[in-house]
């Protein structure tokens, strides 16, 4: 909606009248789509300003550490909701029913078994690959497999990719973990609930079947939740990027698994447990916060900070709570949640974070909760992704259902102008 207007100046010209656009909550955005007249281009790297789309997804108010999804409080979803529940919500925009839901989860559950084809791609790789290697080329690969739902422009072969992806994923996810361990890879098991199956295919092999614990396929189940969406950031915007010049959906989360590897995005579940180990005890707490202060020094304090949190993370709040379970449910006396747990008290006290409104993020307990389920750490990023393909996979579908125009970023360039390859050269 714009009903206000903004004035742009540049010395010399007339005014530029911009229109004000109003979203159902957060902050107004001023439209500067119109300003390509001029000549000119706003400039803004790292999208610091800059809100790349309109979307009725998930809202974060980061100064009152607010996450919303289709308006429903994460906290309620985490407590009150399942993830297939979440997954329907954020593809569809309401809660299901019962009927929908009973037939959302009967079509998930039958997508969660990939091409008996697909095993022989994993040959490929080396035994010691990143798992999250492996699920670059695996989940790219996925649409030399799955012909038939790649028309982007048609909404049932949306609505199927969408279906497969979330349903496949797990299976995929699992299938890295055993490739890894030299263990056959073990079939979904559609008995079970999603995180159920999952922790089935990760831990079961093929001569001992053990039952799966409900603790843990619940606190499972719960951090597929807190992971399943998170508006616009870097993995999110790089599948809508990918996806705006019709690429097909398989190739878009690929793009997006790739880019939520990084340490400063998803890859950080997996940073803060070497951090832990490289800290090895509390003596050694002032050192490293010392070194994240330090300018001259590369190392920041994983599992702290955010680009829009600028409180609490609503998600690491909940991520607590549940490793407290988890660790009170295994009767788990944990020494690195003790240094996690000291190091987060020292730093909250520490000026330089209050300064910079620097909190624990959803990967600070993250990793200590996957550890205690006996997840290894390389795999810590391969389970976000395998969480967060829901979100990326509602963004893709939502950018494609109404009109959209091909992501490309203009530049302000900085190089030599235009000059001659020098004459008499051999
Ligand atoms: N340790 C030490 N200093 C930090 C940290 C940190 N973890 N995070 C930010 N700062 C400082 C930063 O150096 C800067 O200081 P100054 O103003 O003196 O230059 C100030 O705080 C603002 O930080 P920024 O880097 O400009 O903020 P950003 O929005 O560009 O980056 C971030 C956000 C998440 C990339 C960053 O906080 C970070 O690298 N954190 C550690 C990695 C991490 O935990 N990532 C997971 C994010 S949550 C899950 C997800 O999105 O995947």
Request: glycine content about 8%; overall charge neutral; aromatic content about 10%.
């Amino acid at each position: 909606m714009a009903d206000k207007k903004a004035q742009l100046i540049i010395e010399g010209n007339a005014p530029v009248e911009l229109p004000v656009l109003t979203g159902t909550m957060g902050p107004d955005v001023i439209d500067v789509r119109s300003l390509t007249a001029t000549g000119r281009f706003t400039f803004d790297p790292g999208f610091m300003s800059t809100a790349s789309c309109e979307s009725k997804i998930t809202y974060i108010d980061g100064d009152k550490g607010i996450l919303l999804h289709r308006g429903y409080p994460i906290e309620q979803l985490a407590e009150q909701s399942d993830y297939l529940e979440t997954c329907y919500l954020l593809l569809n925009g309401e809660l299901p029913s019962k009927e929908e839901k009973a037939k959302f989860v009967g079509t998930i559950k039958n997508h969660t078994m990939v091409h008996e084809q697909l095993k022989s791609f994993f040959n490929g790789f080396r035994r010691d690959a990143h798992p999250m290697a492996i699920m670059c080329g695996v989940v790219g690969a996925l649409s030399a497999f799955y012909h038939d739902s790649l028309d982007i422009n048609n909404p049932q072969h949306r609505e199927v990719s969408a279906m497969r992806l979330v349903a496949k994923m797990p299976t995929i996810a699992a299938m890295t973990y055993k490739y890894s361990m030299g263990q056959p890879m073990m079939y979904p098991r559609n008995d079970l609930n999603y995180a159920e199956n999952f922790l089935h295919m990760m831990f079961n092999t093929p001569c001992e079947i053990k039952p799966i614990s409900p603790v843990l396929a619940k606190a499972m189940d719960k951090i597929f939740i807190l992971h399943a969406d998170h508006e616009q950031n870097a993995s999110t915007s790089t599948v809508r990027l990918a996806g705006s010049s019709g690429a097909n959906p398989f190739a878009c989360i690929a793009a997006g698994i790739a880019a939520l590897w990084g340490p400063a995005h998803g890859g950080a579940n997996e940073a803060v447990l070497s951090m832990l180990d490289e800290i090895g005890s509390v003596e050694n707490i002032d050192k490293f916060i010392a070194k994240a202060k330090d300018k001259n020094d590369p190392f920041k304090l994983m599992g702290f900070g955010h680009r829009v949190y600028k409180n609490f993370d609503p998600r690491a709040k909940v991520m607590k709570q549940t490793c407290d379970e988890v660790l009170a449910e295994l009767g788990i006396n944990d020494p690195q949640l003790e240094l996690a747990m000291k190091l987060d008290e020292i730093a909250r006290n520490d000026p330089y974070f209050k300064e910079r409104n620097l909190y624990p993020n959803v990967d600070f307990y993250s990793g200590i909760i996957l550890k205690a389920i006996g997840i290894p750490t390389s795999m810590f990023t391969v389970i976000f992704a395998l969480a967060r393909t829901v979100g990326w996979i509602s963004h893709w579908k939502e950018m494609l259902s109404s009109p959209y125009k091909i992501g490309r970023p203009r530049q302000l360039y900085t190089g030599y102008e235009q000059r001659d390859l020098p004459s008499g050269r051999d």
